[in-house]
């Protein structure tokens, strides 16, 4: 089963690689506010360009390199 993630890029200086920072929204086990929790992924951008603040949608493939996992379907207009 692939996983497919929507984030904004953080940055674009990685060779054919690009940093995305997905957000999610989480109950506290206590008191039940929701909290924001951010995680950053590395992602496959081989023959695209990217801008810095696009939202674009991932999606898990094989290990691409040691901590690249996903790989950039495309831009969320």
């Known amino acids: 089963m692939q996983k497919t993630l ?14 995305i920072e997905v957000t999610r929204k989480v109950a506290h086990p206590m008191y039940k506010k929701l909290m924001k929790k951010t995680k950053t992924f590395k992602a496959d951008s081989k023959g695209q360009t990217f801008n810095l603040g696009d939202k674009v949608k991932i999606i898990s493939v094989r290990p ?11 831009v969320i207009k």
């Not at 929507?6 to 940093?19: A, L, Y």
């Not at 390199?65 to 996903?70: C, G, I, N, R």
């Open 6 to 19: 929507s984030g904004k890029i953080v940055s674009v200086k990685g060779q054919d690689t690009v940093v």
């Open 64 to 74: 691409i390199s040691k901590d690249k996992f996903f790989k950039v379907m495309g």
